[in-house]
Structures are given as C-alpha cells and as structure tokens.
C-alpha cells in the first residue's frame, strides 16, 4: 500500500482475538462477550483473566488469579523513594511512567526476552502480566499521598481490586455502591482494541522490550488529552459552564468557534458509545442512593448530552466513555488529574493481553511512508552558501 492515511484510519495493524466493536451499532466485546453483560455481572480480576487466557475462569483458576494478584501489590521502597524525589507538581501520568519504567529494576525477569526469539513460556508472560497490573493500583494510590507530603496507605489482601484502590486512596473502608461502580469502569476501561496505546504498547513489544518498558510506552501514549486525558477535560469543562441553565448559550458558543466539546465523538463510534451508556446508569443509580443530590455537575452533564444529541447527533457525534467516568471518579474522591491514571491502570489489562499475543507471533512493527521531501540533490560547501 502506498496511499497515505493520516493517522492510519482504517488501515489493519494486527490480527488480534482481544476484543472486538461495531461502532455502527455501538457494540463492544471482550473475547466475544458483550461489555454490558461483563460490567453487570464479571468482576475486574475475572474480565482480567478473560483477556488475558482468552476465555472464562473457573471458580479455582479465578481463586488463584485473585490470590496471586493481592500477594503482588506491595512495591519496594526504592520505588517509593523514586516517587518522593519527583515534583509534587508534576502530573501523576507523567510520575505514573517513570514508576511503572523503574520496576524493571527492582523486579527483573526479562530472560525470557533475550536473544532475539519471542518468548513462549506462557508462566513468564503471566507472572509478569500480574506483577505489573497488581502495582499499577499502588502506584496511582501512593502517588495521591507522597505529592501531599504523607506516606502511602499500604494495600489490604482482605479487599478486591477495585475495593484496595479506593481504600488505598482515602484510608477507609470504601463505600460498598463506589467500589461496585469502581469496578464496573474499571472493566469498561479494560480493553477497546487497537488504540492508540495500545498500539504503543504493541510496537514496543515486537522489540521484545520488557513488559514493563511495554506499559511505560503506552502510558506515555494514554497520557495525551485526545486520548485517556479527555476525562479530566470534561469535568474542567462542565466547572466552566458551571450549571445547566448555562449549556445551550455556552455550546452555541463553542460551536460558533468550532472548539472541541470534550467527551463528545468517538472515531470509531457513529452512536452513543455502549460504555457511556452503562456509566450514565450507575450516575443515576448512585444519584438515587443519595436522594436526586448529586451537585450540579451532573445536572449539566446530562444538559450538555440533551443539547450536544440536538445539535452533534445528526453528524454521528454522541458521549464517549470520557464524558461520565470523571463525573463518577469525583464522586469517588479522586482529584481530577488523576482520572487518566485510573484509566491506566484498567487499561494495563488490555495492553498486556496485547503484548502477550503480540509475543505469540512476533515481528517487529516497521511500517514504510509516503516521502514528500527534496529530490536527490548534491552537498553545497558553506563557503558557497548564499542567503536567499
């Protein structure tokens, strides 16, 4: 092929099982199963381990995978003390890569990588994919606590996944609903094929780099804002226009000066992304736990999406998963530059279940270009250089 397509739209990177979407219909699956059925009734360790081995676990495999992945969350102190030497200031996606790049250091294993062969020792593949997605929870929750000048929370074996992250945040048990929706976005945000990170994470694979380098790669990709950062975008957003009677005059605005409205569109998706619709539901059922008060936040959120369906629908622009996850993390207490590290963590799953059947069949990713430079032309000396 030699047309070029800017940012390869359309064009097939790799053959993949993973997980598939029809963004026609706005359909989303994982391993075949739809992502409504997971996020009602899997858990983030079972959909996990669905991406990773390909299929659904047994109640023993299950069992073990949960065991395996609590034994593995404490990280050594050097890492710790990597992240009291970085800015307070700087953005936990930014300290997240640096943390998640250093364990390479601390927990080695990469002979499995060396010498030029993909690796097939599936046990490598899985123990680093559980030492990677266990600490990754850690590292965003010590992070909260190390910028503010305190020590981290140590994580709990008595807790699931979702529930150790937030207790690992606020020190207290977490609310039994919040850990629920937790869980849920954490599987939404599981996996959504190829990507752009994990199409990061891919091409740093097929150079049978660590996976550790893997997941560094493709959290430096997530952290961009027309990626994973659109999250903390919208709830910057919906503050700007502060309460629903504000919505339709600031988004005639908006569209007056052809400004992005964050958490609107989808390239893949020509409908209401299916993962905003299952976040819009648990918004409303936590909205209801607590009596219609929610703030107004989500009152303009959901004025937004009325008036955005008006005027963005006819051209196939709907809410994307973007618009409610911030909403929901707000609520949860987590701080707004945090979003895209939670989106992380969830998405470390799908990036390795990548990296694991990248390794499969592996030849490093070298694509070619379209050249719109100079013609072949001879070497001027400066002394016969002339200003033009």
């Known amino acids: 092929m030699s047309e070029y397509l800017p940012g390869l739209e359309g064009v097939p990177a790799t053959q993949s099982n993973i997980s598939d979407l029809d963004g026609n219909l ?40 949960e065991k395996h992945l609590r034994a593995s969350r404490v990280v050594k102190y050097n890492v710790r003390d990597i992240m009291k030497s970085l800015p307070a200031t700087g953005h936990p996606m930014e300290m997240l890569q640096t943390a998640v790049a250093s364990l390479g250091m601390f927990y080695p294993g990469d002979e499995c990588l ?163 619709t299952i976040l819009q539901k648990m918004m409303r059922e936590l909205m209801e736990q607590r009596g219609g008060n929610m703030g107004p936040l989500f009152e303009t959120a959901l004025a937004l999406e009325e008036a955005c369906e ?12 973007d618009f409610y996850s911030g909403i929901l993390y707000l609520e949860m207490g987590i701080p707004p530059d945090q979003f895209t590290s939670i989106f992380a963590v969830a998405r470390s799953a799908g990036w390795l279940a990548h990296w694991r059947e990248q390794l499969g069949d592996n030849r490093i990713f070298r694509p070619t270009q379209v050249y719109s430079g100079e013609s072949k032309r001879s070497y001027v000396p400066i002394s016969e250089r002339h200003a033009k």
């Open 114 to 276: 060396t010498g030029g062969m993909q690796c097939q020792d599936l046990n490598y593949v899985h123990n680093m994919s559980v030492k990677i997605i266990a600490r990754m929870a850690t590292i965003v929750a010590n992070w909260e606590h190390v910028r503010n000048g305190y020590d981290p929370i140590p994580p709990r074996k008595d807790l699931n996944y979702a529930e150790n992250l937030l207790y690992m945040f606020s020190g207290e048990d977490p609310d039994p609903l919040l850990a629920r929706i937790m869980d849920a976005c954490l599987i939404l945000h599981a996996e959504h094929t190829i990507n752009a990170s994990t199409f990061a994470a891919l091409v740093a694979g097929s150079t049978l780099a660590s996976p550790f380098l893997v997941v560094a790669a493709a959290v430096g990709t997530l952290a961009g804002p027309l990626h994973g950062g659109a999250n903390q975008r919208v709830v910057e957003m919906l503050k700007e226009i502060g309460r629903p009677e504000n919505v339709r005059p600031w988004l005639e605005e908006q569209l007056a000066k052809k400004a992005k409205i964050w958490g609107m569109g989808h390239r893949e998706y020509k409908v209401k992304d299916p993962r905003a």
């Open 310 to 321: 008006e005027k963005l629908a006819p051209k196939g622009v709907y809410a994307n998963v």
């Open 26 to 65: 706005g359909i989303l699956t994982y391993r075949g199963y739809p992502i409504e059925e997971l996020a009602l009734n899997s858990t983030f360790e079972e959909t996990t381990l669905l991406l990773l081995d390909g299929r659904l676990p047994t109640a023993d495999e299950l069992a073990a995978f």
